[in-house]
T-cell receptor, first 111, second 117 residues
Framework: AQSVTQLGSHVSVSEGALVLLRCNYS??????LFWYVQYPNQGLQLLLK??????LVKGINGFEAEFKKSETSFHLTKPSAHMSDAAEYFC?????????FGAGTRLFVKA | DAGVIQSPRHEVTEMGQEVTLRCKPI?????LFWYRQTMMRGLELLIY????????DSGMPEDRFSAKMPNASFSTLKIQPSEPRDSAVYFC???FGTGTKQHNEQFFGPGTRLTVL
């Protein structure tokens, strides 16, 4: 069975600071991993995904994530936060036909 | 492409009334998902269709909830009778998957915010 744990329901950073959102997964098969972002009053949209190949994945808006099998992690990072990054972020793992979403991490960006 | 279309965007109804939420997936996608999002429970998968056939409805809360997909371009989620605890944002998402593999991203609609008084 697959599962996802996002560490920290809320993360607050200053504008220009590093963003680090943590995600750990559990999977009995090679995982397919996703990060989605949800802006207020909108649906989720894909930031980036890992399927196979290169373990460092680049996404939209300057975000990237690294798949670390030994640590069962897929943390999301961005070198410099922008006010427009304030949103909720969801890590997800594919298990067969189901996508298992984490509980979400709300990112606050302070001016 | 217009993306996943949901209607209505907002619905306010009284307890006991029937509610029907509608979804038009992206053309060419063969998988459709209904989710419910609340502060308390987060994002929950209610039901999943593949090629218009319900594959897994284990997330449907109870018999008051039903979903249909009569064709590849339309799906409904119905609640009858509605209760205040059904108040939530309901999302429809679609993707293209082959068989039991869903490696591709899901495209979400804007959601329907349901309030049951």
């Amino acid at each position: 069975a697959q599962s996802v744990t996002q560490l920290g329901s809320h993360v607050s950073v200053s504008e220009g600071a590093l963003v680090l959102l943590r995600c750990n997964y559990s999977s009995s098969v090679p995982p397919y991993l996703f990060w989605y972002v949800q802006y207020p009053n909108q649906g989720l949209q894909l930031l980036l995904k890992y399927t196979t190949g290169a373990t460092l994945v680049k996404g939209i808006n300057g975000f990237e994530a690294e798949f670390k099998k030994s640590e069962t992690s897929f943390h999301l990072t961005k070198p410099s936060a922008h006010m427009s990054d304030a949103a909720e972020y969801f890590c997800a793992v594919v298990g067969g036909f189901k996508t298992i979403f984490g509980a979400g991490t709300r990112l606050f960006v302070k001016a | 492409d217009a993306g996943v279309i949901q209607s209505p965007r907002h619905e306010v109804t009284e307890m006991g009334q029937e509610v029907t939420l509608r979804c038009k997936p992206i053309s060419g996608h063969n998988s459709l998902f209904w989710y419910r999002q609340t502060m308390m429970r987060g994002l929950e998968l209610l039901i999943y269709f593949n090629n218009n056939v319900p594959i897994d409805d284990s997330g449907m809360p109870e018999d008051r909830f039903s979903a249909k997909m009569p064709n590849a371009s339309f799906s409904t989620l119905k609640i009858q009778p509605s209760e205040p605890r059904d108040s939530a944002v309901y999302f429809c998402a679609s993707s293209f998957g082959t068989g039991t593999k869903q490696h591709n991203e899901q495209f979400f609609g804007p959601g329907t915010r349901l309030t049951v008084l």
